[in-house]
T-cell receptor, first 115, second 112 residues
Framework: NAGVMQNPRHLVRRRGQEARLRCSPM?????VYWYRQLPEEGLKFMVY????????ESGMPKERFSAEFPKEGPSILRIQQVVRGDSAAYFC?????????????FGPGTRLLVL | GENVEQHPSTLSVQEGDSAVIKCTYS??????FPWYKQELGKRPQLIID?????GEKKDQRIAVTLNKTAKHFSLHITETQPEDSAVYFC???????????FGGGTRVLVKP
């Protein structure tokens, strides 16, 4: 049973370009969460999605960042016009359900470097 | 929102000794208390969790204890080994939500 998959694992972008990060949840999981980890810091929640719905985006920056989880295919975190401060590790996690039984399992992360 | 603090921020122990990390939280509605281990350059991995109707849970060398009245829970690692060296995060969660709020992390170094 494959775990949470993320690609690419490493992504280099120049300032002003777009970054698209993909996350495929574990089989049977319909809840996806994105977290950002700056160097030497803890993980910060960004957004929580279920299929075709954004449930909680309270951690998403208001501009340049968007997320989706379509009916078919992976969840995508999109960062437009990247800046150096966007350099971080982006982890997604998935769970089977929400609430107390919704244990989250993390993917390997995408390390974004903005030059 | 939830305010989560971990202590200590770094912990150095001799191989074979015990390590204890404490996590305090502010939201009394929190009902699920996981601990994640993150090795350098790797993903966070769930190592143990506890729910609010239980005071203690043990899994081999790892245990978690919960004090809901005082709003803190602790990770205990006994007979530490070099492979226990990592950063450990607590992430208490409210019953009605799924947003994990992570503590700042505790860097554990086990010296052989």
């Amino acid at each position: 049973n494959a775990g949470v998959m993320q690609n690419p694992r490493h992504l280099v972008r120049r300032r002003g370009q777009e970054a698209r990060l993909r996350c495929s949840p574990m089989k049977g999981h319909s809840h996806v969460y994105w977290y950002r980890q700056l160097p030497e810091e803890g993980l910060k929640f960004m957004v929580y999605l279920q299929k075709e719905n954004i449930i909680d985006e309270s951690g998403m920056p208001k501009e340049r960042f968007s997320a989706e989880f379509p009916k078919e295919g992976p969840s995508i975190l999109r960062i437009q016009q990247v800046v150096r401060g966007d350099s971080a590790a982006y982890f997604c996690a998935s769970s089977r359900t929400s609430g107390l039984e919704g244990t989250q399992y993390f993917g390997p992360g995408t390390r974004l470097l903005v030059l | 929102g939830e305010n989560v603090e971990q202590h200590p921020s770094t912990l150095s122990v001799q191989e074979g000794d015990s390590a204890v990390i404490k996590c305090t939280y502010s939201d009394s509605a929190s009902n699920y208390f996981p601990w994640y281990k993150q090795e350098l350059g790797k993903r966070p991995q769930l190592i143990i969790d506890i729910r609010s109707n239980v005071g203690e849970k043990k899994d081999q060398r790892i245990a978690v204890t919960l004090n809901k009245t005082a709003k803190h829970f602790s990770l205990h690692i006994t007979e530490t080994q070099p492979e226990d060296s990592a950063v450990y995060f607590c992430a208490p969660i409210k019953a009605a939500g799924n947003k994990l709020t992570f503590g700042g992390g505790t860097r554990v170094l086990v010296k052989p």
